[in-house]
Antibody, heavy 122, light 108 residues
Framework: QLQLQESGPGLVKPSETLSLTCTVSRGSIGRSNFYWGWIRQPPGKSLEWIASKYYSGDTYYNPSLKSRVTISVDTSKNQFSLKLNSVTAADTSVYYC??????????????WGQGTLVTVSS | SSELTQDPAVSVALGQTVRITCQGDSLRSYYASWYQQKAGQAPVLVMSGQNKRPSGIPDRFSGSSSGDTASLTITGTQAEDEADYYCSFRDSSAKHWVFGGGTKLTVL
């Protein structure tokens, strides 16, 4: 069964860049018809989709974050990554990675990684 | 951009049926997906498309859609169903995805 695991610093200073990696196991990023995405959840709040990317290039970004976000895929390592620059305290969240199925009518995220808490603080 | 509206909290007696709804204009064009999140855990997909349950999700969970409203129904609610439930859908622009504010389900 496909598994995803987030990794990266748990503490980032304001104005710096948040960098996270999601390692996919028991499945291949490059040999599938799925996108790979990031979602975040501020403490006590709802979920917010950040970005999704197909291994060969097609990419979608949340318009509210697009100017600060980069998502990339490394098929050789079976990983995908998120960079969010110029972070503020408002970016403090649990960050999840997930496989993203995109079809015209039917779209879903499954499975999800366990999530990693990133706190923005000096 | 589109917004999704969910009731913040719903309660149900053990063994009874509960419907959790999600309302948004884009639901007229796209199916919603539903996620269950228990305290301290990652979300889990419980419903997608036209009433599609992923493997391992009990058949007491069902989904439906009418107009601008999508519904997740739990028939014979169990104590372990107590969780936050989020709907999600593709925005009318077709270029990004939105989550609802979540519904906290309490099983009495």
């Amino acid at each position: 069964q496909l598994q995803l695991q987030e990794s990266g610093p748990g503490l980032v200073k304001p104005s710096e860049t948040l960098s996270l990696t999601c390692t996919v196991s028991r499945g291949s990023i490059g040999r599938s018809n799925f996108y790979w995405g990031w979602i975040r959840q501020p403490p006590g709040k709802s979920l917010e989709w950040i970005a999704s990317k197909y291994y060969s290039g097609d990419t979608y970004y949340n318009p509210s974050l697009k100017s600060r976000v980069t998502i990339s895929v490394d098929t050789s390592k079976n990983q995908f990554s998120l960079k969010l620059n110029s972070v503020t305290a408002a970016d403090t969240s649990v960050y999840y990675c997930a496989r993203h199925y995109i079809n015209y009518e039917d779209n879903w995220f499954d499975p999800w990684g366990q999530g990693t808490l990133v706190t923005v603080s000096s | 951009s589109s917004e999704l509206t969910q009731d913040p909290a719903v309660s149900v007696a053990l063994g009874q049926t509960v419907r959790i709804t999600c309302q948004g204009d884009s639901l007229r064009s796209y199916y919603a997906s539903w996620y269950q999140q228990k305290a301290g855990q990652a979300p889990v997909l419980v419903m997608s498309g036209q009433n599609k349950r992923p493997s391992g999700i009990p058949d007491r969970f069902s989904g439906s859609s009418s107009g601008d409203t999508a519904s997740l129904t739990i028939t014979g609610t169990q104590a372990e169903d107590e969780a936050d439930y989020y709907c999600s859908f593709r925005d009318s622009s077709a270029k990004h995805w939105v989550f609802g504010g979540g519904t906290k389900l309490t099983v009495l």
